[in-house]
């Protein structure tokens, strides 16, 4: 029979998540003029082989290919670019479509790194493994990023467990302790337009974790960092810092109570335990800061310690980022 004669079939292909069409010369010359217009109108690549070559070779061929185009379309660059630009609904569709992963309803994304500077996660190993097992690669796409790994999922459910348990399933099967990761989760949002926003959510968290020393966090806890991280680099937050911080940080031990005192969420005792002296040496201290950098309020110490986490934060977030360059 003719593929002329064959009922159209492949225009179920993506639905049933086909990446390429392949035919062997040995059976016809070329696809029909229908196939290959559906071909241009999907993305769908088109591979020809001569009669000297199995099918076998061919479905590894196809795989090379597809791994090929994720890499390039989630290379670093394009991650970077995501990161650092804001998307259009129409930006984000045409970004899910470039990638070979078939998107269900809901999408999020996790960033991991090593915890230990000196222990690097093998990119092929990772990648490798990935490409060789097909239920993982039907809800999930990784793509390497700053000595880490970004994971891009999906799943028909919106439950954020869902999410954990693909995450769960990738660290497994590349035998990744999460003990030995600082992993960070996005929020949840839908396939057609989130995958951008998700992709900055857990990278913004990931950065968040590292400050506050955290080993595993989702972007919905981290509280105001949710704001202070996007605009960390404005002029009005980098004033707002100095305001605070220039007071003391050449005073080492006003600079100490003052992180400590942050870092325990205003806890008197907890900050004194941190610092090794009595709580009401903190409290000498907060009280001392309260004058210098508020001089002209009467201030309570919650009050206080919403306006100093603030700065603080800023500044911690704006030190490691020069750390780091």
Avoid at 114 to 123: C, I, V
């Amino acid at each position: 029979m003719l593929l002329t004669e064959i009922p159209f079939s492949y225009r179920s292909t993506k639905e049933t998540g086909v990446s390429a069409f392949a035919y062997k010369r040995i059976f016809f010359d070329q696809l029909p003029r229908d196939a290959l217009n559906y071909a241009d109108e999907h993305a769908i690549p088109i591979f020809s082989f001569g009669r000297e070559i199995y099918f076998e070779s061919i479905i590894f061929d196809i795989m090379a290919a597809i791994r090929r185009e994720d890499e390039r379309i989630f290379e670093e660059s394009k991650i970077k670019y995501i990161l650092e630009n804001d998307f259009s609904h129409e930006d984000a569709a045409l970004l899910k479509n470039e990638l070979s992963l078939k998107f269900k309803p809901y999408v999020a994304a996790a960033y991991f790194k090593a915890m230990k500077e000196d222990a690097l996660l093998s990119t092929d190993r990772l990648l490798n493994n990935y490409y060789h097992n097909k239920p993982l690669h039907e809800k999930s796409l990784p793509g390497s990023y700053d000595g880490g790994f970004f994971i891009i999922m999906t799943s028909k459910e919106e439950s954020f467990f869902s999410f954990q348990l693909i995450l769960k399933e990738f660290l497994e099967t590349n035998g990744i302790d999460i003990n030995t990761i600082r992993t960070a989760f996005s929020d949840v949002g839908k396939s057609d337009n989130d995958i951008p926003r998700c992709i900055r959510e857990s990278y913004c968290a990931y950065k968040v974790a590292g400050l506050e020393h955290l080993d595993l966090v989702n972007y919905s806890d981290i509280g105001t960092w949710r704001f202070l991280m996007p605009n960390l680099h404005s002029d009005d937050l980098r004033a707002y810092t100095s305001d605070y911080i220039d007071l003391i940080k050449h005073k080492k031990t006003l600079m100490d109570t003052a992180f400590a005192w942050i870092e325990t969420g205003g806890d008197f005792l907890k900050a004194a335990k941190k610092l090794s002296c009595h709580q009401n040496t903190i409290r000498y201290r907060i009280s001392n800061m309260k004058k210098l950098m508020e001089p002209h309020l009467d201030l309570t110490d919650f009050q206080f310690f919403e306006r100093l986490a603030a700065a603080v934060r800023i500044f911690k977030a704006l030190d490691s980022q020069e750390q780091n360059h």
